[in-house]
């Protein structure tokens, strides 16, 4: 315990080339961390990238127009993706360098470099591998790094492919009582830092019997019919690793646990090609990793620090320190910060 | 989206008939009292009047005193020459006003035109025509009610042949194959019929409110299509009460469609985004590998 939290981010993500920012929720403050990355850059004069799956820097939320959100500050040289309309509304000058023929509901996404420095809205592609395509882009063009902004609570573009570092962004929108916004923390974080899917090691299941890795239908994955889940484990009693190409939605891994007469004590161990891919509602991988069911990625994810907002906008709020202090003692291995308040 | 119509104040004559609109650019020519486009303002009786009609009720009681108070709130909101031509009593303490005021303003309507911000409608004939001549084969859209939301009737206005208000669905187009799974669909189904049926389109519906579940279930699918592998070649819509084209943007999904959509709206941001599509990926493909090429996806979907 008591290991000493930075009060800057930057240290933390230097070798970071691409940078994704992901949210919990609406509302945990992602705009907030990237706007206290900007400045850190900003003062060592280091040039970046900025993209965002959705908007930034927007004066008002999408869905409640009653909550104000912060302003995205870029500094000469700097560049960015956005909308022409955007760009221009930004009153900022700036250098046009490509469409890049991604449309968005927005307008066409351009990639341009400001001439200036200002508060500019930023709103690049969706898609991740549209992402992962402008990042490398931006990296050619002299950014030292590509910070990609996220929105809602969107995880695509934190994938490995995408980006090699990830910021976590939660706080008090997630419940009213500390503990569960704590218990969400601590699964959403399990989730993305998934162990890497590892060779057998025998432990899972005693030597003699012969262990079978099976990789699964993406159809049946994804329907989840119980009977369907049932007869696959009864037609490969040894079956131990079961390997998903696509997505592990939470409907499935219910119906492997119903299929209690087919599994016959077995543990099981699922390899995902990233935590990306993995979909969770109502529990998290510790929960099922009690129930027998491991989850494994085939390439992890960096988790480089949380950022706390101890304040539920309309609602309630936390006080800073106990938030961040119940969250580090629940997870270990990651600074928690809260970019607005370090005392 | 398209804005229900409000009735017009002073019935100035047919929109557009003194004046047709300069393409984009074009020089403007006073005399011709042309259009210029990148600073246009409101129409009511004559060109560049910037005149509005405003609707709105006070919680004051009916009076002179009402009457004063309105004008004063158009005037803090930057109006010039507010008039109020109507106002009656709603109820006790409320009053309704109908006001006329001037608004200096203008709007850049020509640049935005010009980015692909706009989805340009076309009849059902046209979207007939479009797609045969750009799409040459039925285009498969699946759409669904999904997670816990029962309300199928939004789906149903689009993708069903009956329609609404004399539009019918996309069902009865023959340029479309309509696949509607109906209500509380669980999105991993939804996306495992997509992908069954090789759909270009899939168009779900859903209320949003400010409760984050609603809006965890739309990015949901957006991520599930993602992991999937199909982002690039699925074209995602979303359509509800208060769908923005900005909250479509948030969420992830391709364009949103909110109150006074018709099934022609949709039909034609279907086709011509598919259209787009099959282009740039023509081009890519006859490019050969290059740093926007298509399929570099294949690494990012596994």
Redesign the interface.
């Known amino acids: 315990m008591a290991e000493a939290v930075p009060e800057r981010l930057s240290p933390l993500l230097s070798g970071v080339r691409s940078l994704a920012l992901v949210g919990l929720a609406k509302n945990t403050g992602k705009t907030v961390t990237l706007a206290a990355i900007l400045a850190e850059h900003a003062a060592g004069a280091r040039t970046v990238g900025v993209t965002s799956i959705g908007r930034d820097g927007e004066r008002r939320d999408v869905i409640d127009a009653r909550i104000e959100k912060p302003s995205v500050r870029l500094q000469a040289g700097d560049l960015l993706a956005s909308t022409g309309a955007l760009l221009r509304a930004s009153g900022l000058a700036h250098e046009r360098i490509e469409r890049t023929g991604v449309r968005t509901p927005l307008g066409e996404v351009v990639l341009a470099r400001l001439s200036e420095a200002g508060a500019v809205e930023i709103a690049g592609p969706s898609a991740a591998a549209d992402v992962r395509d402008l990042a490398e882009r931006m990296l050619d063009l002299g950014a030292e790094q590509v910070l990609i902004d996220g929105a809602i609570d969107r995880r695509a573009a934190s994938s490995p492919a995408v980006a090699d570092g990830l910021v976590m962004a939660t706080g008090a929108v997630l419940g009213e009582d500390i503990e569960d916004v704590v218990e969400m923390t601590r699964d959403a974080v399990d989730l993305a830092r998934l162990p890497a899917a590892r060779a057998h090691d025998g432990r899972h299941q005693p030597a003699r019997e012969r262990e079978e890795a099976l990789t699964l239908d993406r159809m049946l994955v994804l329907e989840a019919e119980p009977r369907a889940i049932a007869a696959l484990l009864r037609e490969h009693p040894q079956a131990c690793s079961l390997h998903i190409e696509g997505a592990l939605s939470e409907r499935f891994l219910e119906g492997l646990l119903a299929a209690r007469r087919e599994l016959a004590g077995r543990e099981l161990r699922i390899v995902v090609a990233d935590p990306t891919r993995v979909f969770l509602q109502r529990r998290g991988p510790r929960w099922y990793a009690r129930q027998g069911i491991a989850i494994e990625a085939r390439r992890t994810i960096g988790l480089r620090a949380i950022t706390i907002n101890p304040v539920a906008p309309q609602a309630h709020r936390f006080e800073s320190r106990r938030l961040r202090e119940s969250i580090a003692a629940a997870i270990p291995g990651v600074p928690v910060l809260d970019v607005l308040d370090s005392a | 989206m398209s804005a229900d119509t409000p009735t017009a104040p002073r019935a100035p004559t047919a929109p557009g008939a003194p004046t047709a609109p300069t393409p984009p650019g074009a020089p403007t020519t006073p005399g011709a009292r042309a259009v210029d486009l990148s600073r246009v303002r409101p129409y009511a009786d004559h060109l560049d009047d910037g005149i509005v009609q405003l609707s709105f009720t006070l919680p004051v009681p009916y009076g002179l005193a009402a009457r004063r108070a309105a004008q004063e709130w158009a005037a803090q909101m930057g109006f010039e020459h507010p008039e109020v031509v109507h106002y009656q009593e709603l109820t006790a303490g409320y009053t309704h006003f109908v006001m006329f005021a001037e608004s200096r303003q203008r709007v850049?309507y020509a640049?935005?035109s010009?980015?692909?911000?706009d989805i340009e409608y076309m009849s059902e004939e046209q979207i007939e025509q479009f797609a045969a001549e750009h799409i040459g084969r039925p285009i498969v859209v699946v759409g669904a009610a999904t997670g816990t939301d029962t309300h199928s009737v939004g789906i149903d206005a689009m993708l069903n042949l009956k329609g609404f208000h004399g539009h019918h669905g996309l069902e009865g187009y023959r340029a479309f194959e309509t696949h509607n799974l109906g209500s509380q669909v669980?999105?991993?189904?939804l996306?495992?019929r997509a992908?069954?049926l090789d759909a270009d389109a899939v168009l779900v519906s859903q209320t949003?409110t400010?409760q984050?579940l609603h809006?965890?279930n739309l990015?949901?699918l957006?991520?599930?299509v993602?992991?999937?592998?199909r982002?690039?070649q699925l074209i995602l819509t979303c359509g509800g009460p208060?769908v923005?084209?900005?909250?479509?943007?948030?969420?992830?999904?391709?364009?949103?469609f909110s109150k006074g959509t018709y099934p022609h709206h949709v039909a034609s941001f279907i086709v011509r985004?598919l259209a787009?599509r099959v282009e740039?990926t023509t081009a890519a493909a006859a490019q050969g590998a290059g740093?926007?090429d298509v399929d570099?996806?294949e690494?990012?979907?596994?």
């Open positions: 850049d640049s935005l010009e980015e692909g911000f669980p999105n991993s189904v996306v495992a992908i069954e949003v400010q984050n809006v965890a990015t949901e957006v991520e599930i993602e992991a999937e592998g982002r690039r208060r923005s084209n900005e909250l479509a943007k948030e969420l992830g999904f391709d364009a949103g985004e787009a740039s740093p926007w570099a996806a690494d990012v979907n596994g």
